[in-house]
């Protein structure tokens, strides 16, 4: 039956140890107890004790390497068959290997290297060979850090403004609030325009199965997919009892399918109501009725929606309130 | 309205709460017929005679002593201190006694008493006549400090402290005894606590004590030329110490200076600007800088005195640098 050694926990904030030395080499058979290698943490150096008998097999770590508490260093397997030399390295080899500390190294060399599991016979299940200590998911944040004062940063951050990348464009640190680009309006704005209503009057008066926000779901789905040159887009209808309706192509009779959310639609004209807000991520365009236009209001939430961008997507949209016949062409 | 000197406001404070409570007595080195070396309490002897203002031998530990008896038994002292440099000798009288009998009697014993002394350097009085020792007081609770910053302040704030029931520590610019300000001819009290928005800005606050004050304002002066605009603060008690009043203003300018005459090292200006960083931090665009007196022993010589203590071009320098942000601490 094979047996796994594992990185052991040496201290109360231990989180690895460095492999000082190997005392036995793979094929080498142990004995219950025998020391196999030694390792040290900042506070002491141990040995590491065989807790099965077999053969030495599978190696993972060199000398030198700083091994994660829990990892597996090596197996030790019953017969001299199953022995597993591929390993990282020979003891003998390894005190001319240059020690690699490198977090990333051991990972990937631990995954290379590791032990197939069919030399075991059909090993119980909490015996099989763990995966591999997951290797840290990539930074996406920069870790650079930005000189720059409390106000600044706080500011940056509420209007998505990315330091780093304004000291890669050649601001030099300390940044201050003034050297902030002042047109970067931050990621939750709302632009509004003001449309006249006769043409879509006009429109609805001729046709009885016409439907207000359909209309305008085609509108919003046809600017959008002019603008941004894409072939489906999906409107979700939010109601005024908060139910939402995903509704793909409006203006193509509603072909396609497309999983994720354009934009979001309300249509307030029934109502009161002028405007409508929510922290929900995404593009939401607030119909209502102010006088005899309709009020269009285009909020941007966290969408990553510049400024000129929504700029164009709301004037596209009120183009097409204003001439209905734009959407045809 | 009328113009008079911080001498005189101090003067008349002290006449009118004497009239109006006769508990209340002067004590102190040359407070009778000599008026003090800086005339502040002269006639009050002829109104008011010798058992109501005390001139005492040169013995400061003596005097203060009897005072704090006397507050502790019904009477309402008001201790004149030549020098603040003195505070040195009346520690346990003060600092022991008196800021703590209220405390250890239980709550049974009140020391409503007033020292006055004074501080500020320039007057060419080397180093044992001319120190802001300020800073001193502060740190021990059971003291309330005041620092008026002109005749104005000097009265409203002077009236308050006579009416206070526990020891105030009232200290006086001694540069500024000559100065004028406009001071109503009615009577005014000015509350402790509350600081004084001596003049509104946008881009920098200065937080000014006693004597900064005036350089601060000339500070600004010289500030406003390059397009600056500071706001000045007078904190007016620095126990209390009105904090709201500074970080409402710091929050709007992102940027401050505090401004005291009292060493730089372990002072009030530390003190303050340490307020504003704790409580304030997120709105800071800058650092916040202490300005204070050079931390050696006041220079005889008038041309290394002047060099000592913070003046309106060294503050305008400090608040272009940090306007500009130019000031970088830690790199």
Known sequence: MASEIKMPQLGMNQDSAVIVTWLKVAGDKVALGDALLEVETDKATVEVEALAEGYLSGIQAVEGDDVPVGNLIAMIVDTDADVTTAQVASPSAASEVAPSVDASDWVEASQAERPQPEPFAEPPKRQSVPPPQPAPAPIVVSQAKVLASPKAKLLARERGIDLVALRVKGLSEPIHVKDLPLSQVGDHYALSAQVSQEAVDALLSRSEIMDRTMLFASFAAGAWRRFFEVEDVAVTLIGLDGEATICTNPDRGGEGTLNATSLSLIDLCETRLSSYTTSTVGVTLCVAKEQNAFLLTLSVSGAGLSMPQAVGLLNEIAARVEDPIRQLL | MRQITLSQAVNEAIAEEMRRDPTIFLIGEDVAEAGTPFKVTAGLV???????????????????????????????????????????????????????????????????????????????????????????????????????????????????????????????????????????????????????????????????????????????????????????????????????????????????????????????????????????????????????????????SPVLEDLTVPTPELVAQNARKIVFGEMIHGL
Request: hydrophobic share 45%; proline share 5%; glycine share 6%.
């Open chain 2, 46 to 300: 002829e109104e008011f005679g010798t058992e109501r203002v005390i001139d005492t031998p040169i013995s400061e530990p003596g005097f203060m002593g009897m005072a704090v008896g006397a507050a502790m038994t019904g009477s309402r002292p008001i201790v004149d201190l030549m020098f603040g440099d003195f505070l040195f000798l009346i520690m346990d009288q003060l600092c022991n006694q008196a800021a703590k009998a209220h405390y250890m009697s239980g709550g049974k014993l009140n020391v409503p008493l007033v020292l006055r002394t004074n501080l500020g350097a320039t007057r060419r009085s080397a180093a044992q006549h001319s120190q802001s020792l300020h800073a001193l007081v502060a740190h021990v609770p059971g003291l309330k400090v005041a620092l008026p910053s002109s005749a104005y302040e000097a009265k409203g704030l002077l009236k308050t402290a006579i009416r206070d029931n526990n020891p105030v520590v009232f200290i006086e610019d001694k540069l500024m005894y000559q100065d004028k300000a406009s001071v109503p001819e009615e009577e005014y009290l000015i509350p402790f606590g509350q600081a004084n928005i001596v003049r509104e800005g946008r881009d920098v606050t200065l937080v000014a004590t006693s004597s900064m004050r005036q350089v601060c304002e000339k500070a600004a002066d010289l500030l406003s030329e390059d397009g600056i605009s500071a706001e000045i603060i007078d904190p007016r008690t620095i126990v209390p110490l009105d904090e709201t009043t500074i970080l409402s203003s710091v929050k709007k300018t992102s940027r401050a200076i505090v401004v005291d005459e009292g060493h730089q090292s372990y002072g009030v200006a530390a003190e303050i600007a340490s307020i504003i960083s704790e409580k304030a931090f997120y709105h800071l665009d800058a650092p916040v800088i202490r300005m204070g007196a050079m931390d050696v022993p006041v220079p005889f």
